[in-house]
């Protein structure tokens, strides 16, 4: 493949509202704010999802210290600079540009992206396809990918077995329900009694510590697919002591943030699955580094969702094509999250539980401009020739045009 001069990244701050609020154990969200990238070259645009949520929302504190302003603050003032006017053929030399920075997987995945869209559009492949290059798979990419659903806490159990039932109705073959302290064992007993035989999983988000173990264990006699993040968002060595106790196996999502902590996870028997999102490990390339691990250990993995656009969403349903992703990802119907979504075609669930991987070069959807333009809240465009910024939209001048950056030349 031919190399492709980064002519023009778009950074844009986008807020979107949700179809109905959403409550974890760690708050209520109403509307998702995230960061859209485009990238621009040889005659070709990619486009990506940085997945950090709200500055001023204290419940996004407890999930991740990386917010749209500290994603925003990365990628204007390094990350993009870094990349702008460079040539690539392949995503690893941003990669490595990216490993560069310790921390900000999500700033840096939101451009990972959009360099993955752009170079699979050279290629003329799905992104789908582009993902499997080079990997010596022994089994090909599904062409349809297996979802589940996740249920946020409800006012009352009674209408959490409700919202299963509307669920199970609509399609979804696997049910999960976040969960916190007082709002467990009982809402776990309703359902699996109403629902004896469905995929069944429980997400913690950190909720809990080691000493609620015997707590937990009573959820051991539900028969779940798994518990996920019971303990700490940055630990892995009390994991494996409370896996060693349950027979229900547990999950890692936010302890795993790259793919040297997914082989530290395995070594110590913390978890018996690991939740892949790719804005939480950096990106896609090291989203399929984990997968390929997990392969190679024989662990079967998914791919967690953070209420993406159609962007982030088909990028998400491209990685979950992977071979060794064999358990249901979190990758609901499009229908389920926005009033009105920025891309198309719309991602639509299947009688089978399952959704259609996309099948035109690159992420597959196409970008509804004028959606994109009503939900723009602020807006920079770097260009490959100085100066490195030039019209902004709801950002202040003296910010977006700060000359402390040297701009490659044309």
Same mark, same amino acid.
């Given at each position: *493949? ?8 778009? +950074? ?44 001023? #929302?204290?419940?996004?504190? =407890? ?14 003032? =390094? ?14 030399? =941003? ?10 997987? &999500? ?5 990972? /992206? ?9 290629? /003329? ?13 022994? %089994? ?28 199970? %109705?609509?399609?979804? %073959?696997?049910? $999960? +329900? $976040? ?21 069944? &999983?429980?997400?913690?988000? #950190?909720?809990?510590?080691? $000493? ?5 264990? %009573? ?6 697919? &798994? ?11 009390? @994991? ?11 999950? +890692? ?7 040297? @902590? ?14 892949? $999102? ?8 090291? /989203? ?6 997990? *392969? ?9 969702? &953070? ?41 639509? +669930? ?32 770097? #260009? ?16 977006? #045009? ?9």
């Amino acid at each position: *493949m031919n190399e492709i001069k980064i002519e023009q990244i778009e +950074l844009r701050l986008i807020e979107i509202e949700f179809l109905t609020p959403f409550r974890t154990s760690m708050g209520l969200e109403v509307t998702r704010p995230c960061i859209i990238v485009t990238v621009h070259g040889g005659g070709l645009t990619g486009w990506g999802e940085c997945v950090a949520s709200q500055v001023a #929302s204290a419940e996004w504190a =407890f999930y991740s210290y990386e917010t749209i302003e500290t994603a925003w603050h990365i990628l204007k003032d =390094f990350l993009v600079p870094a990349l702008v006017g460079k040539s690539l053929s392949s995503v690893e030399p =941003f990669v490595k540009i990216g490993e560069r920075l310790r921390g900000h997987p &999500m700033a840096r995945a939101g451009l990972e /992206g959009a360099i993955w869209d752009l170079l699979a559009k050279a290629e /003329g492949l799905p992104l789908a396809d582009y993902l499997t290059k080079g990997q010596n798979y022994s %089994q090909p990419r599904r062409d349809r990918v297996n979802v589940g659903v996740s249920i946020g806490i409800q006012s009352s159990i009674r209408e959490t077995v409700k919202i299963v039932e509307g669920c199970l %109705q609509d399609g979804y %073959q696997r049910i $999960k +329900l $976040k969960i916190e302290p007082g709002w467990d064992v009982e809402l776990a007993r309703a359902v699996r009694r109403e629902f004896p035989d469905i995929l069944l &999983m429980l997400d913690a988000n #950190s909720a809990y510590t080691l $000493k609620d173990a015997s707590h937990l264990k %009573q959820l051991d006699k539900f028969n779940l697919l &798994m518990l996920e993040q019971p303990l700490a968002y940055d630990d892995i060595y009390e @994991h494996s002591l409370l896996q060693a106790q349950l027979s229900t196996p547990i999950c +890692l999502d936010e302890s795993i943030h790259t793919p040297k @902590h997914a082989e530290w996870a395995y070594e110590l028997n913390a978890c018996r699955n690991i939740n892949i $999102k790719p804005g939480r490990v950096g990106g896609l390339h090291d /989203g399929r580094t984990i997968h390929n691990l997990s *392969m190679e250990r024989g662990k079967p993995v998914w791919i967690g969702g &953070m209420d993406e656009t159609g962007i982030g969403r088909a990028a998400n349903i491209a990685l979950a094509s992977l071979p060794g992703v064999i358990l249901h990802s979190d990758i609901s119907a499009s229908k389920r999250y926005y009033r009105q979504d920025i891309a198309e075609p719309l991602f639509v +669930l299947n009688p089978d539980s399952t959704i259609n991987v996309p099948t035109t070069p690159g992420i597959g959807v196409t970008i509804i401009a004028d959606q994109l333009e009503t939900y723009t809240q602020r807006k920079i465009v770097a #260009s490959a020739c100085p100066p490195p910024y030039t019209q902004s939209v709801g950002e202040s001048h003296d910010y977006a #045009s700060k000359q402390h950056h040297s701009s490659p030349q044309c």
